[in-house]
Structures are given as structure tokens and as C-alpha cells.
């Protein structure tokens, strides 16, 4: 049974950083992408930022383009999402998110896995 688990949320200061974690179990990541989304209260769940595990290619919200970094680590199934320059507006709760890699990595649908959240509070 495959599962995400997010870890390193918490209270950060505006113009600060962040990194957050999702750790992969009960799956050989292969040809899979890995994406980051969130959930701000009274909103709707947005995307954030995605990887392709084997190839490593990238995509980004244009809301996070140049401050979020999104990679992963083969060795340890983990996922990475390094928050600089947050703004109170990065404020939710973050999920990570698993789908095999039949789609182009600019398709932001698909994903069949999710993990719990982690909630990130960013203060002005």
C-alpha cells in the first residue's frame, strides 16, 4: 500500500524559508511524477510545483516560480519542496502527491496519491 507523509511545516516569518518533506512507502519509484499542492482555508486545493522521479524535470506555479524548489532524493524515496522568500500568502496546507508518468509533467491532474498535509503559516 503505497504512502505519502508530509513533514516540516510550521511557523515561519514572512521573507523566511522552509523546507518540506514527503517520504514515499509501499512503492519502487520508478516512472512516476511527484507533485506538491495546497489548500489555503475557504479555497480551493492549487498546484505548487512537480518532479518527474526518473527524469527530473520540473514544473511550477507561476505564484511560486523562483522562490519554491522542488527535487528528490532516490536514496531515501523523498520528496522536497525548499520555500524561500515566503509571503503570508503561502499560508495552507501543503500535500504531496504521487501518479504514474503517463502524462506530460505540465498536466496537473492525475494524481492518484495524497498524503496527510503539512500546515505552513507564514507571518506578515
Known amino acids: 500500500q503505497v504512502h505519502l507523509v508530509e513533514s516540516g511545516g510550521g511557523l515561519v516569518q514572512a521573507g523566511g524559508s522552509l523546507r518540506l518533506s514527503c517520504t514515499i512507502s509501499?512503492?519502487?519509484?520508478?516512472?512516476?511524477?511527484l507533485g506538491w499542492f495546497r489548500q489555503a482555508p475557504g479555497r480551493e486545493r492549487e498546484f505548487v510545483a512537480a518532479?518527474?522521479?526518473?527524469?527530473?524535470?520540473?514544473r511550477y506555479s507561476d505564484s511560486v516560480k523562483g522562490r519554491f524548489s522542488i527535487s528528490r532524493e532516490d536514496a531515501k524515496n523523498t520528496m522536497y519542496l525548499q520555500m524561500n522568500s515566503v509571503e503570508p500568502a503561502d499560508s495552507a496546507v501543503y500535500y504531496c502527491?504521487?501518479?504514474?508518468?503517463?502524462?506530460?509533467?505540465?498536466?496537473?491532474?492525475?494524481?492518484?496519491?495524497w498524503g496527510q498535509g503539512t500546515q505552513v503559516t507564514v507571518s506578515s
Open positions: 502527491a504521487l501518479r504514474s508518468a503517463v502524462l506530460p509533467i505540465s498536466e496537473i491532474t492525475g494524481y492518484e496519491y
Open positions: 509501499g512503492r519502487t519509484m520508478s516512472n512516476d511524477d
Open positions: 518532479i518527474s522521479w526518473m527524469r527530473g524535470r520540473t
